[in-house]
């Protein structure tokens, strides 16, 4: 199974959310190019970077991801406020190997399959889920379209994949919802990458046993709970 590190922006500098709340970020470095080319060393070659900001709708954090797009030997899926087709050509033109839609998939069907099939293989659709519901505008918001209904309407596209985040675990390194991953699994026959609640080498065991081929590690490599090295060579 992939293990990628995730590197989210907010306000310029490497932040974690807890299930999402804005109002009370961690702030775990002040350089996020820094903090990959740390990585990359650590011998990661993908990397999930998510414009907190952008995703919100408040600001744009492109200028540092432009900086973390220059690293060599290091390939991007770059998430956040990602909603017209401008956006993913810009993302892609500027470096990223792979662009995340979340509001959008969501919310614009129409305008998510034209992205899809304008670069098969390089979009992937955000499953941010929150209640058993999908969350949108940066997890502010819920959608009242079923999950089911969603990854099926995804499900015949030429997607690199499905991003299931567990909102609820999401920053509380309280393990993952295996529960929830083995549903979405049995919905869809799309790589899928699974975040949320992961502390542990355990934790990707687990993971990837749910049918998850890739998992995304966040808090716990900041708090030290897991190194990346440890996760790579499990």
């Not at 907010?10 to 299930?19: E, F, P």
């Not at 295996?178 to 934790?203: F, P, W």
Request: proline share 4%; with cysteine.
């Amino acid at each position: 199974m992939l293990v990628i590190p995730a590197i989210d922006i907010l306000g310029g500098r490497c932040v974690r959310l807890t299930q999402g709340d804005y109002s009370h970020p961690i702030v775990y470095a002040d350089d996020p190019a820094e903090v990959a080319q740390r990585y990359v060393t650590a011998g990661a070659h993908h990397i999930h970077v998510v414009d907190l900001d952008a995703a919100r709708g408040s600001a744009s954090n492109m200028p540092v991801i432009a900086r973390i797009l220059e690293l060599p030997g290091i390939e991007l899926q770059v998430a956040g406020g990602v909603r017209s087709v401008e956006a993913v050509d810009a993302l892609l033109e500027g470096g990223a190997h792979w662009v995340v839609m979340a509001t959008a998939a969501v919310r614009d069907p129409h305008l998510f399959e034209r992205c899809a099939i304008k670069h098969p293989g390089k979009v992937l659709a955000a499953l941010d889920v929150r209640d058993n519901k999908a969350a949108v505008s940066g997890w502010l918001d819920t959608d009242p379209v079923a999950v089911g209904a969603l990854v099926s309407r995804w499900e015949f596209l030429p997607l690199a994949g499905v991003i299931l985040t567990c909102i609820d675990r999401d920053g509380t390194m309280s393990g993952p919802d295996l529960k929830t991953l083995a549903r979405v699994r049995k919905m869809t026959k799309l790589e899928l990458q699974y975040s949320g609640g992961l502390a542990s080498v355990d934790d990707l065991t687990r993971v990837a046993a749910a049918g998850a081929q890739a998992a995304i590690l966040g808090k716990a490599l900041y708090e030290g709970r897991i190194t990346l090295e440890q996760a790579l060579a499990r």
